[in-house]
């Protein structure tokens, strides 16, 4: 079992920045990749940015390219997402998540995932 804990969400003016952490514990070894994904009001969850603890590697949605950076501190199991530039369309509920059924081509595929928190909100102004 791997539970998740999400936090930093806020309210901000659009060109704004947010910092999002997740926090995870129980059996953290088996995570094979971790990320964020979100849902605004009416439409389907979407992958943010994920990231592969063990080579790093980081696919982001190209919506948030050039603008969000998600990190890692193994040691704190903890992955963040630092938002920046922040735009209206931004504005959802921010979820973090953890698959630990094995390696996957299609890590951005939300049904990859078996473990998520509860979510964090995020609201950008105009």
């Known amino acids: 079992q791997v539970q998740l804990v999400e936090s930093g969400g806020g309210s901000v003016q659009a060109g704004g920045s947010l910092r999002l952490s997740c926090a995870a514990s129980?059996?953290?070894?088996?995570?094979?990749?971790m990320g964020w994904f979100r849902q605004a009001p009416g439409l389907e969850r979407e992958a943010v940015a994920v990231?592969?603890?063990?080579?790093?590697?980081?696919p982001y949605a190209d919506s948030v390219k050039g603008r969000f950076t998600i990190s890692q501190d193994n040691a704190k199991n903890t992955i963040y997402l630092q938002m920046n530039n922040l735009k209206p369309e931004d504005a959802a509920m921010y979820y973090c998540a953890a698959r630990t059924t094995g390696w996957t081509i299609t890590p951005l595929d939300t049904s990859k995932y078996n473990y998520w928190g509860q979510g964090t909100q995020v609201t950008v102004s105009s």
């Open positions: 129980g059996h953290t070894s088996s995570i094979n990749v």
């Open positions: 990231i592969y603890p063990d080579s790093g590697l980081t």
